[in-house]
């Protein structure tokens, strides 16, 4: 029996799940719900989510509506007569009334081993707290953040080098086809569903540009987990002569031989070409972009600028 499924998602980690869920055979997508276009770029133009693109190419049908609620929104969702929705990072936490519309209710995918990192940034947070693995749930939905029975999970180690963007497109990969399976043994029942731990949760709040700002006083490891996590949105950043300085890549150093303050730049470091003394260890940067010029690597970096051995980073 073929399966009608509502996707609601919108960024570009909900892309393989859809598309999962379009190649497989035993399941339609009938309707997509994304958010509405957005101006983006320089020149501020409409532009559609990466759902959105996805559902036109396969002729389904767009729902985008400012808030997902209202008898307009309701009777939408219920013209698809969906036996299931799945969720994807859609953008809004939705209502009870929402989530009952299927016969069969309303499935998440979500980007962390749950009860670990309920919330918003679930991959920077792993990242963030120095995590050896993450991965991926699937879960039944209820009107809590993240706070569903759970129906699978499947595990991603998270390498020493892997930013934000990296993890991001890992996880993604995993999602579509674990997705696919764990509903066909949720519709047999094969799979039965698990009621999180709640005394194990731990949260993972929304993330502003301000978090990216560096506090020299921590040390090497957490501002290279800092670094990572916010790589590439929303970046971090120090203060260098009155600009902006962003980091996007480097390594932590262990050791401070030439006994350098929190925030102080060295460029006569055996090391490495640049390192910043830290709270514990050195950070030695390798991709730096000041305000108003591209990113670059370091050496390119340091040719182009003047004064900054010695200098103190704010």
Sequence with gaps: MTRRVVFMGTPDFAVPALQALIEAPDFNVVGVVTQPDRPAG???QLQQS??????LQHNIEVFQPEKLRGAEVMAKLRSWYPHLQVVAAYGQILKQAV??????GSINVHASLLPRWRGAAPIQAS??????????????MDAGLDTGPMLSQEQVEILPYDTGETLH?????VGGPLLVNTLRGFLNHDILPQQQDDARSTYAPRINKEDGKINWADSAIVIDRRVRAFNPWPSTFT????QILKLHLGLPLAGNPKHLKAGQVSIH???APLVIGTGDGRYAPSRLQLEGRKAM?????????ADIDGAMLE
């Design 127 to 140: 990242i963030l707290a120095g995590d050896a693995v993450t991965g991926i749930t699937i879960m039944q």
């Design 42 to 44: 320089r020149g501020k």
């Design 99 to 104: 989530l009952d519309v299927p016969e069969f």
């Design 50 to 55: 990466p759902i959105k693109q996805l559902a």
């Design 169 to 173: 497109n890992k996880l993604a990969t």
């Design 269 to 271: 470091d055996s090391d």
């Design 297 to 305: 690597g370091v050496m390119d970096f340091l040719n182009g600028v």
């Design 239 to 242: 203060t260098f002569n009155g």
